[in-house]
Every structure is written in C-alpha cells, then in structure tokens.
C-alpha cells in the first residue's frame, strides 16, 4: 500500500455566533458608533477623532465606518509578550490561550489562618510567586489592592510586587496617567531600555471606558500614553449585562465592541500599529443580589461570542475565566471554575485573565488559583482532541491479546499509557484506604498545602539592581 | 542489576543473574539480595505515585524471567521459594483482568504462583491447593454478588482439613474489614499492590 494520508487531530473548537451573527452585531455596533456616539471626555482624544473625520452632534463623538476599517488594518493581529527576562513565553495570536490570575481584589483569604481580610503588598507579591510556580498559569495580574500602601501609589506598589514575585508577563492596572509614567520608568529599567522594552514587552496595561458610551479622559489618557510609547494595551469595557450593557447579551456585545473599538481607533491614531488586545467584559449583573456574577454560564457565552468577533477582526483578545460566586472554594466554585475555564478553552480565548477569584471578584484565594491550575491542565488535555494512527488504533495490541485476558500488561499499555491518559496531581484518584491512610483530604486541603509548599519553596529571579534603584526613587518621590 | 531491574531490562538482569552465577554467588543470594531487594524501590515508588501499573508489571516480569534462570539452582540446592499461590477466577466468573495483574504482582515479589484460570469450580480449586502444597490461597470480588463464594471457598478449604495450613487473604472493592472476619479470611487489602504486601506479611 503506498504511504496514505494521515488522519489528523481534530482539536476541538466551539464557535458561538455564526458568520451572520458576527456580521449583524459588527453592523449594529458601527450603527451604535455613528448614530448614537459616544460621550468623549478627553480633549485630546476628541481632537483625534475630529481631525481623522468623526463628527459631533448633540455633544456626542459620532464615528464612520472608515475609521474603524483602518484601525483593524493597523492593529497588530499578534503581540509578543514576553516574560521580564526577555523570553518569547506569551505571543498573543489568535488559536493560541494563555490564563493567568484576576485582578485588584478588596480582600484575600489568608493561606494560613483561612481569615478573609483586606489584602496587602505582601499578599500581592505572594499571588505572583505562586502563580510564577504553576504551569498552567501564564501572566499575573495583580491578585488584591493593597490596603497598607498610601491609597495614591496603590497599582505602582502591585506593578513591584508582581514584578518582585514573578518573571512572568503581567498584566496592570494604573490610577493616571502619573501613574503609567513611572510604571513605565520601571519597566525601562527592567528591561534595560526604551527600546528593549518595545521590542519584547513584558506588561499590559489594562484600562477600561465607563459603560454604557462613556470615554473619561483619564482612562483614555493611559492609552494613549501606551500608544505614544508603543507598548502593549487593552481597553475592555464591561457592558455587563443589566448593568453597564443591556440585560441582553447581543446588545450588550455590540455596544462592548463599540466601545472597544473607540479604543482601539484612538490607540491607532497616535501611533499606526500600537499593540492593542481586543475585547470586551460582559458578565451578568444577578438581578436578585446586584452582584456581577462570575460564575454565570453566560459569562462565558458572552466570552465566547467576542472571540468570534475577534476572529473576525484578525486581532487576538482578552477574555475571563476560573472564577467564582462561591464565598468559599467549595463544590459551587468547582463548578463555575470549570465551566468557564473549559468552555473558554474551547473557543481559544487568547489572554483568559480572573483565574483565582471567588466572591464574585472580591476576594482571591490561593487554594482557587492552585485548583484552576489542574482545571487548565485537564481541560488543556481534553481539548487536544484524540490521536488517530496506527499506534494508537492499537491493532498489533488487539490482535495479540487472549479474549478477555486484558491489556494492562501488554507492552502497548506500557508505551503509550503516559500519553494516552491524563495523569492528575490536585485531582485525587487514591483508593478509599490509601486516601484515608494519608490523611481523607478533600480537594482543599490538598490545594491549600500545595500553595503553602510552593511559597515555602519557590525561588523567583530577583530583580536587577538598577531595576530596585529606579523603584527606590520613584517610592521616595512619591513619599514627598 | 536493581538499576536494570528498576528500569525493566530484561536482557540486562538476565545477563547480570549468569554472571553473578558464574562469579559463584549462590542462587538463594542473588533471588534476595538481587531480584526481591531490588523490587523495593519499584513498590516504594509505585506506593509514593512515581510508577504507574504497566511500568511495575514490567519489573514484575523481569523478576519472573530471572527467577525462570534461578529456577534450576534453586531447586538443586533446596532452597524454599518464597511461598506458593494458586490463584483462580472463582466459578461463575469469567473476569481474568485482575486475577493476571494480582498472579503477576505476586510473580514480581518472589512467590511461585499456580494460575488456574477462570471458572474455576471450589472442588477443582481444593484439589489444586492439595497437589501444589500452596501456602495462600488470596480471592478478590469485584462485585458484591461474588462475595459469598469466597465464605463458600473458605468453607470448603475447612472441610478438606486445609483452613490451617494456608493464610487466605482476601481484597476487592466491596470487601470490608468486617467481611474478612465474619467470613475467617486472614487479611484485607484494597488493591493488588497492598495485596502483595499482606501474602507477604502473612508468610514472614
């Protein structure tokens, strides 16, 4: 028989809008940009948009459908993240998905006392050190908002502790624009220079409008500071539904990628070719507690559906994943962890960020994030579909074997059963006596131990000296 | 030899066993100070979750090929084995998956076993406890149906005049402490690499 074709892979993919219903909200959302407009608080941003052909009526910022063809045929469809030692480790593409932790909790569960309270500087480096550890986790983002550092220097205090914490690309918060510069100034010193820096960028900014139509000039203005220096940034609105976006999840996608895109206008403007993620939030405001749910199933299903979107713009996106609603990390967030890990996965979100939240996104919790991790790895394994080959259709193995007799101890068994089953670390497996035996711990405490293990133990490259000088500085300015 | 063993290299133990028979090292030193010693790592790290199940069968089977070469001396010189097992898939049942995982744990730890095969009826099952002189006699049900057949085994190995010359350890996963008492096994183990270690316990 002459070498025949092989069967590939099937990995595989969820799409949740179809090709019309990509098209129908993109229309609605360039009918949202030209006929409603959105309000437009920052001069800068407004002049930009007038001079490139906007227009204003009834004092809002009306925008045509060419403005926003040439920012897509600008933007970059790839952004090279890198870790802070300057290893290629996150190239945001489309096809590709990255998960990290969840950003800028009020409180934190401590890992040791089990006590929610207020999050510190410390907690935050913390984060980073045990998400540094995990493989299946990407980026950090910042998981708390420090309440022992001056309320003031807040996101420049975590912007140092995940870069003490971790190598690993980050993904930031600013207050301002001051803010941004000496974030910025940091981040030249780490890695080196200007030049250094855009050429293999180790952080993202995360800025956000106010939903619904609402751009302020001051999350504007740390775009724009991304944009003039060429770095990396992401300008998600949450139009979460009922709440910042209609309770409908079409409308609350059209006007989120409106919004969106007024972003990523304004980014291409300043500098042609600006990295910029696309994408939007739109979890659900729960009608009954005012709470934005993290663990809704059409959290993910609004997820899902940008990702199309994003598809159809050629740009890669950001998304969110591996949270929960639970107040503790229970059978509930087991659930909503999962759900929306695996469905993200499906639909290869690029940048998946809130791996690790519980309460809704106000408290973090290291046994979530040690969980998710697993989460990630599994769903990792069950969405690279099967193998179908010779070796794996087995029929040597099948034609060897007495009837009844087994495979556990044929050789086929031996050579292929490491990569024919998942093999779990978090998820126990143990027999009854076994389990007992080593103690009947159920899965959080055994996430728990793993997180206080790691701390104990894990060792992350320290930053230059240069790098703690320019921090040291910018700590004393900010102190007079 | 324990490296190669570890590693399942048939060849290199069997290689390594003639050798140290030609070096005059007496068969009843290479079995324990070699094959057995050399299996403790294997259990040890099988137990620790470093080794998974086809990977200890194939040092189970290494340890087998060499008792196979060691066979002839052994028996020359005397010297006892470690124990001898018949081991059968009780009447009824034609389930032989673990029964073969259990006959070749038990092969990989050093004892001499009997495998009679499936189906096998309790007068068939006592007469080979009888012939091959067996020092265990272990069951293991996988369904709660098949648990009383083991108390009907132990009650024709009591009748035969056998009960108190073979240890009866029994393991499965509907198998309870209580039920090895009420039934007069020896032991409980839940699983075949536990199992291996009561025959041992029971034997010692």
């Known amino acids: 028989m002459p070498k025949q074709l092989s069967v590939s892979t099937l990995q595989p993919m969820v799409k949740m809008l179809s090709d019309e219903q990509v098209q129908a909200i993109h229309y609605a959302t360039l009918e949202i940009l030209s006929q409603t407009g959105v309000e437009m608080q920052d001069p800068q941003g407004r002049e930009l948009l007038l001079e490139a052909g906007a227009w204003e009526s009834n004092s809002r910022i009306k925008i045509p459908e060419n403005l926003v063809t040439d920012a897509i045929a600008t933007a970059p469809s790839r952004i090279p993240m890198h870790d802070r030692l300057g290893n290629l480790t996150m190239p945001l593409e489309l096809g590709k998905v990255f998960f990290g932790s969840g950003s800028d909790t009020t ?145 609350s996608l059209a006007l989120g990628n409106a919004e969106c895109l007024v972003g990523l206008i304004i980014s291409q403007l300043i500098r042609p070719g600006t990295p910029f993620l696309y994408g939007m939030n739109t979890a659900a405001l729960d009608m009954k507690s005012t709470i934005v749910s993290y663990g809704s199933p059409e959290w993910p299903l609004g997820m899902m559906a940008q990702m199309d979107l994003a598809r159809y713009y050629n740009l890669p996106a950001w998304s969110a994943a591996g949270a929960s609603d639970s107040k503790v ?114 899965m959080f405490t055994r996430a728990n131990e793993r997180a206080r293990e790691i701390l104990d133990e894990h060792q992350v490259t320290p930053l230059s000296e240069a790098a703690e000088v320019v921090i040291a500085e910018i700590l004393e300015e900010r102190a007079a | 030899m324990q490296t190669d063993l570890y590693y399942g290299d048939r060849d290199a133990v069997e290689t390594a066993i003639c050798k140290a028979i030609d070096e005059g090292m007496s068969p009843k030193e290479i079995l324990d100070n070699g094959l057995i010693l050399g299996m403790e790592p294997v259990g040890r790290d099988f137990k620790a979750g470093d080794l998974f199940i086809p990977e200890v069968l194939l040092c189970a089977r290494v340890i087998h090929a060499g008792i196979e070469v060691l066979r002839p001396l052994l028996e020359e010189s005397g010297v006892p084995t470690r124990g001898k097992l018949v081991i059968v898939t009780m009447a009824g049942d034609l389930h032989d998956i673990d029964k073969n995982l259990m006959s070749m744990m038990c092969q990989g ?96």
Not at chain 1, 129 to 154: E, Q, T, Y
Not at chain 2, 167 to 175: N, Q, S, T
């Open chain 2, 109 to 204: 730890a050093g004892f001499e076993v009997i495998d009679l095969g499936i189906d096998v009826s309790p007068e068939k099952f006592i007469e080979a406890v009888l012939a091959e002189k067996a020092d265990l006699v272990s069951m293991s049900a996988l369904l709660t149906t098949t648990m009383p057949s083991m108390k009907a085994t132990i009650d024709a190995l009591v009748q035969a005049g056998l009960r108190d010359k073979v240890k009866v350890p029994i393991g499965g996963a509907p198998v309870t402490a209580k039920h090895t008492q009420d039934i007069g096994a020896d032991s409980i183990a839940p699983d075949a690499g536990a199992a291996v270690e009561a025959a041992q316990n029971l034997i010692a």
């Open chain 1, 107 to 251: 409180f934190t569960v401590d890992v040791k006392t089990g006590e929610r309270r207020r999050a510190t500087a410390q907690d935050v480096e913390n984060f980073a050190r045990l998400g540094d550890a995990l493989d299946n986790i990407d980026f950090v983002m910042s998981m708390g908002n420090p309440s022992d550092v001056p309320p003031d220097d807040l996101y420049i205090h975590e912007f140092i502790r995940m870069l003490r914490g971790s190598t690993k690309p980050n993904v930031y918060t600013t207050k301002d624009r001051t803010d941004m510069e000496d974030i910025y100034r940091i981040a030249v010193a780490v890695a080196g220079s200007e030049q250094a820096l855009r050429e293999k960028p180790f952080f993202l900014l995360y800025a956000e409008p106010i939903s619904p139509l609402l751009i302020p000039e001051e999350s504007l203005q740390k775009l724009i500071f991304c944009a003039e220096k060429g770095v990396p940034a992401a300008y998600p609105p949450s139009t979460n539904t009922g709440a910042g976006g209609p309770i409908t999840l079409a409308g």
């Open chain 1, 329 to 442: 990390v229970d059978t509930q967030a087991g659930i909503e962890m999962t759900f929306s890990i695996l469905t993200n996965f499906l639909a290869r979100a690029t940048l998946i960020h809130d791996v690790g939240y519980i309460e809704y996104g106000s408290t973090s919790s290291m046994e979530a994030l040690v969980i998710a991790d697993e989460i990630i790895r599994e769903t990792r394994y069950f969405t690279g579909g099967l193998d179908i080959n010779p070796n794996t259709l087995a029929l040597d193995a099948i034609a060897r074997i007495r009837p009844g007799g087994g495979f556990l101890a044929d050789k086929h068994t031996l050579n292929n059963f490491r990569t024919s089953q998942w093999i779990p670390k978090m998820i126990d497996r143990k027999q009854y006596d076994d389990w007992t035996a080593a103690g009947s711990k159920d």
